[in-house]
């Protein structure tokens, strides 16, 4: 195995790797085509692979299903970081899987909704009296487990004539009305009803009204990659920060690319942030008088930190091509990109 002291040169080459076996199964997926076997053959063993080091751990109890977690919340001192292997592998996180009703596998989805639940706790928000609003929340759990914490709601989403909700609709991940927000396993109906309203919001374009500075908290798990460019996922961030009252808290995930320098997608469906973008933000937030907390780019040295998923990562009904596949990184194009979790303070 490789030493953790050439861990970068080691992403860098099996980065090379991942982009040429990830441009032909993307142009195969454009076009319809069908992949040759033996690009076939390695994706399955690639995919297989991960599975079997995934299995090991939740064997071993790292992390996974059953695994047992802290009754209380862990103080984790959270600022921004990446999505990484030892956080899967944490008690702060088992926790918050636990509240969720979800497992603790090694997938960035699980991790991004968790760190949004441990910098709100953190941060005391997760509390009555206190006011949220998330954008983009699709079938999110956090509405509704905010919610149970006694906070009141405000969940948008497009709305669902938009064409650009299409995608998410097809995937079910679109959010068009307030049922579509509850989830028994959380909390009752009647509290449900009581704290979270849905409203149909473009985060691109914040309605003048959210943007009286009326919120302690604000939200939003993996969406604002998808406005088209990355200056439009920076303004965004921005603009949103005059929902808060001062001293409240943003807390963001988006797409990350590994490389630190070199291209990446600046355009499109979805864009992929590096660190000199993140570096920007924290710039242009500090100038509107706001705090970006420290963020902490270390892509981790854990064996699940250098293993790339690569498409298809989903068969038609939703599921995984090969059941616990880790898919904390994974090959979009020619990059390698994972989650980052960003927490900002609004200015006094």
Known sequence: MTDAGDAPGALRRLAGLVARRARRVAQALRTGDELPPELRHAIWN?????ALLARQFYQAGMAGPGIPAPEDPVLARLGGRLCRQEDIEAPWLHH???????????????????????????????APRRRGLGFAVGRELLPAFIAAQ???????????????????????????????????????????DARVVFRA?????IPEDLSQGGFDFLWSVCSLEHLGTLRAGQDFILRAMACLRPGGVAVHTTEFNLAEDGPTQAQGLTVLYQRRHIEELGVRLAAAGHT?????FTAGDGVL???????PFALPDGTPPVPDTPHLRLGQQEHVATSIGLIIRAGE
């Open 305 to 311: 930190d250098r293993f790339v998923d690569i498409p």
């Open 96 to 126: 918050w899987c636990a509240r969720l009703g979800m497992a603790p596998i090694y997938h960035r989805k699980v991790w991004e909704e968790c760190f949004v639940a441990q910098a709100l706790w953190e941060a005391g928000m997760l």
């Open 201 to 205: 919001v473009d985060m691109a374009r």
């Open 150 to 192: 006694g906070a009141e709601v405000l969940a948008t989403d497009l709305r669902q004539e938009d064409r650009r909700a299409r995608v998410w609709q097809e995937t079910g991940q679109h959010a068009r009305q307030h049922d579509h927000l509850f989830y028994p396993h959380l909390l009752g109906r009647e509290d449900f």
């Open 292 to 296: 970006l907390l420290t963020v902490d």
């Open 46 to 50: 690639s995919k297989q692979m991960g």
